[in-house]
């Protein structure tokens, strides 16, 4: 593994998520990265983005109850990607290479889900040699803090949208990651947030920089075991 061999040489890694395909090998990967203690920042890119921290310090006192999270694009109804997206076994699909993401952020907003359940189908074109992925799927989940929240996923849609709805005793949240927003709505009253320009990926990567240099990684955003977690519930959703 070459962040195993990074890690026993002292060399700071930044790994692209997910952080395996193979459960197993990702637990013994995960148990000599803490044996060796290994400096390892997971690509789950939501949790640097401004807004997110933003949305996390909002929902402090409040309690969520309801979630709803969208991420849709047209990959599938253009083919718009190299070949090998669409073969399940080499991508992942959309489920492992994209809502990967938005279960990650669920986890890190609202705590780990214990139950799961969801359902598939392929309303344009029919899975065959070369083409195994999924072209819509949709997702239920059960919190342990027993909120419910579903997670949808088109490669068949209009365009490119990554939309989370939560629903809160207090507000309703409204999370636009694509267009950079954040909707706060409370006794009637809407307050809107927008994030600064720039890559949503600058963020995280200034992270890592700065944890390299200061040596403090007490502010990672996602260590390898997080990403496990956030794998486990991935599969699980497979």
């Not at 938005?102 to 029919?126: H, Y």
């Not at 990926?201 to 700065?210: A, P, T, V």
């Amino acid at each position: 593994s070459p962040i195993l061999a990074c890690i026993k040489h002292g060399v700071p890694v930044f790994c692209e998520k997910p952080v395996e395909r193979d459960l197993r090998r990702a637990e013994r990967i995960n148990a000599l990265i803490r044996k060796h203690h290994g400096k390892v920042q997971i690509g789950y890119v939501f949790r640097s983005m401004p807004l997110v921290i933003k949305l996390k310090s909002l929902m402090a006192d409040d309690r969520i109850h309801l979630v709803q999270s969208f991420y849709g694009c047209n990959v599938s109804l253009k083919k718009s990607l190299p070949p090998w997206f669409y073969d399940k076994e080499k991508s992942g699909g959309a489920l492992i290479d994209q809502a990967t993401h938005n279960l990650d952020l669920l986890r890190m907003l609202i705590g780990e889900v214990v139950t799961v359940g969801g359902m598939s189908a392929n309303p344009v074109r029919k899975k065959k040699k070369g083409y195994t992925i999924e072209e819509v799927f949709a997702l239920n989940f059960l919190f342990a803090s027993k909120a419910a929240g579903s997670h949808v996923h088109t490669w068949v849609g209009d365009g490119w949208r990554n939309e989370i709805v939560l629903s809160g005793e207090k507000r309703i949240y409204r999370l636009n990651s694509g267009k950079g927003t954040l909707s706060v709505e409370e006794d009637g009253k809407q307050t809107i947030y927008s994030q600064d320009g720039g890559s949503i990926y600058e963020h995280q990567n200034m992270i890592f920089l700065d944890m390299v240099k200061s040596g403090r990684w007490e502010r990672n955003p996602c260590d390898y075991h997080d990403g496990l977690l956030t794998l486990k519930l991935t599969l699980a959703c497979d």
